[in-house]
Nanobody, 123 residues
Framework: QVQLVESGGGLVQAGGSLRLSCTAS????????TGWFRQAPGKEREFVST?????????YADSVVKGRFTISRDNAKNTVYLQMNNLKPEDTAVYYC???????????????WGQGTQVTVSS
């Protein structure tokens, strides 16, 4: 069992930066792929990025990220990060982290989800 807690969301102006954190309980967190998804009001949840348990493999939704976001992890701290730079109003959404057994860009590939953190980007 893995419990995930996101933090780091907030209100930022366009062009600004935020770093989201996803902290997990459990000693086996390093065995899990961890992904970030987001859901804007009235829209479907979409994939943002994911990282393997070792941190050696990273995947991004290029259409979403466009080189602005970076995913990383610190297994000693049981934490995965999403550094978001040059934020745009269209990045406004609730951001969720999720943990699962394999690299996947779809939500069904993940077994555990956090409660989400709100990111709001003002123009």
């Amino acid at each position: 069992q893995v419990q995930l807690v996101e933090s780091g969301g907030g209100l930022v102006q366009a062009g600004g930066s935020l770093r989201l954190s996803c902290t997990a309980s459990g000693r086996t967190f390093r065995n899990y792929v961890t992904g970030w998804f987001r859901q804007a009001p009235g829209k479907e949840r979409e994939f943002v990025s994911t990282i393997s348990g070792s941190g050696g493999t990273k995947t991004y939704a290029d259409s979403v990220v466009k080189g602005r976001f970076t995913i990383s992890r610190d297994n000693a701290k049981n934490t995965v990060y999403l550094q978001m730079n040059n934020l745009k109003p269209e990045d406004t959404a609730v951001y969720y982290c999720a943990a699962g057994p394999i690299i996947s860009t779809v939500g069904s590939g993940y077994d555990y989800w956090g409660q989400g953190t709100q990111v709001t980007v003002s123009s």
